[in-house]
């Protein structure tokens, strides 16, 4: 693989976990660095570098960041959203993965992309149900604020330094891992 190629797997890992915190900050993201000339996407997936598309997506994520404020409305934005992560991860993939062949790209795509997206948005729910049934939803705008900040943040790192949010997901993926040993069902006491 060529280090071009490195990059972009990056860039569409990075931008695939910040879609399992919030599904329209990492298409917003990328819609925006394809406008701006930053990143050239797959020749199918050219259209996310429109206006149009930049204004779709920035009026999608300010309506999916406002709603993840409102208390126990969150909760049903990620029984939509965990599905609608793993769609976002795998396109995200697909259009950052450009000269491949069709069949490593979708390979690619649906395993890292929607798999990493799912991973985290799922233990993203699991974060919010706790803390909505542990404290009522009151500490739950805190929650939305912490994860809006994680796909900001991972986002603006895929696009301008790669493999930095290659690092970064990483270290998420691990701090997600620990957090399903501890809770898995099943789990012994001794442990």
Known sequence: MSGE??????????????????????????????????????????????????????VATLAEVFGYFIPWFDNLLDSAAIPMAALAGTAVMVSTLTGMDPVITWTLAIIAGGGTATAIKGAAAGTRLTSSVTTGGLANPAVSAVETAAATTISLASVLVPVLAAVLVII????????????RPGRRSSQ
């Open 5 to 58: 190629t490195m990059i972009s797997v990056f860039l569409g890992i990075g931008l695939a976990a910040s879609a399992g915190f919030r599904v329209f900050v990492p298409l917003f993201a990328l819609s925006i660095a394809s406008y701006a000339g930053l990143w050239d996407l797959n020749e199918n997936w050219q259209w996310m570098g429109s206006l149009s598309a930049v204004i779709i997506m920035g």
């Open 172 to 183: 998420v993926l691990a701090f997600v891992f620990r957090i399903y040993r501890k809770l």
